[in-house]
């Protein structure tokens, strides 16, 4: 007889420990903890030794994909809370020097293309940001957070109107890896 519910099953490595709190999900490892909200119908999410079990009542193509999506959700942030994300992005300022700085929640760019009022961009929670010379180092546990802020920086100095192949000044994401320690 064939079953009318899929399961996927994670493997919890060593040094992280999880609470489910209905569709809550928050996991704690060596490098920081993650809290997650899956709002999903007919989905469930339970914990069973050092294993979580993603449960679907319906065993359709929409509600497989679903799952996978949140296995991968779940992947990401087991693989973040033991070795952060950082994202590298590079400040090129060929035809005005540029200044960037970083104010609570915000990179704040000014004198980009000689522009009088200073650009914004939004830094998620739990980023931390190092500006040291032309660099800009993003480091986080959760990618998500991390990789949003380090788009935000880059979309901020996107130029429009003008021959990107002259004016190429502005912060682009030149590395992104996983610090393995």
Known sequence: MEKKSIDITIQLPGGIE????GNKLNI??????????????????EKSDSKIIIKSKSKTRKFKRILNTIESHIQNIISGVNNPYIYKLKICSGHFPMKVTQEQDKIVITNFLGEKIPRKAKILPNV??????????????????????????????????????????G??????????E
């Not at 999880?18 to 709190?21: F, L, S, Y």
């Not at 704690?28 to 007919?42: R, S």
């Not at 500006?131 to 429009?160: F, R, Y």
Request: with cysteine.
């Open 18 to 21: 999880t609470q489910i709190d």
């Open 171 to 180: 912060c682009y994401i030149v590395e992104r890896y996983q610090k393995n």
């Open 28 to 45: 704690k490892g060596p490098k920081g903890e993650i809290e997650k909200t899956f709002k999903y119908p007919n989905i469930k999410i």
């Open 128 to 169: 931390n940001v190092k500006i040291v010379a032309d660099i800009i180092t993003l480091e986080g546990v959760d990618k998500e957070n991390t990789s949003q802020s380090a788009a935000n920086i880059e979309q901020t100095t996107k130029i429009n109107g003008r021959d990107r192949r002259i004016f190429q000044d």
